[in-house]
């Protein structure tokens, strides 16, 4: 299943060589930079595991399935982009307000003219409206059980949840009634959960193939469905684990 996610980034690659669009259309070039996104940052998921530095790939796993949710909402109502620019507004706003206090030596560089731009943050906010919960975002792009599930897993991943942290750096060696310890690093993924994440990389990626070629028209789709048939069609022999590095104590 590895191998087919990367024979499958390549050719959206080659594929997306040719697919045109009009760059003068902001919602357009909207669209085509969250599908770069997902496609850099599935890359860079394939590099670590090539590396085998599984630390990461979760953590990617969801930020490209928050970009592929703002991807499909956008392509089905282009005033999604509004809620877009009002979580661009109400997060600057917050640093606008931190910067006003004049205590935040990281925010010098803004401290004088942080006023003004809060003004304008503000304004803009008012005409926008408030920018949506990524609950929200979720259950308009048609993926409210992900939200409840596979993400909440993956948030658990990536904010150093107790229970993963333990999970991924100690290893029992003793029993459940007496424990003995050992920490490790570079330890890589159980099999069930690297499964589990390429997999969710190759819905994304093939979903987000399908919303892409579909928008635009590229005549590109054909090309890149094979590798949903070749998917459908393996069984689990074929898929695969990271290779371990050895613990480190």
Known sequence: MYQLLKEQLAATIEALKVTEFNRGNAIERLIMALYATIIEQIDSAVTLIDSSRAAGVEAILRTCLEAHVDLLNLASDPVYADQMQAHYHHQFKLVCQEAMKGTNPFLAGIESDAPARYEEHKRELARLGRPLTIQTRFEMAGL??????????????????????????????????????????????????????????????????????????????????????????????EEQTVPKAPPEA
Do not use: W
Request: net charge negative; with cysteine; charged share 20%.
């Open 144 to 237: 409210n059980d992900l939200y409840y599930s596979i993400y909440n897993s993956l948030c658990c991943e990536s904010h150093n949840n107790m229970r993963s942290l333990m999970g991924r750096h100690f290893i029992n060696n003793g029993t459940e009634d007496t424990p003995l310890f050992q920490i490790a690093i570079f330890n890589g993924m159980e099999k069930v959960d690297f499964d589990a994440a390429i997999d969710g990389f190759l819905s994304i990626l093939t979903g987000s193939n399908r919303t892409i070629h579909h928008y635009f028209d590229s005549g590109q789709l054909d090309r890149l469905e094979i590798f949903a048939e070749r998917r459908a069609a393996m069984s689990p022999k």
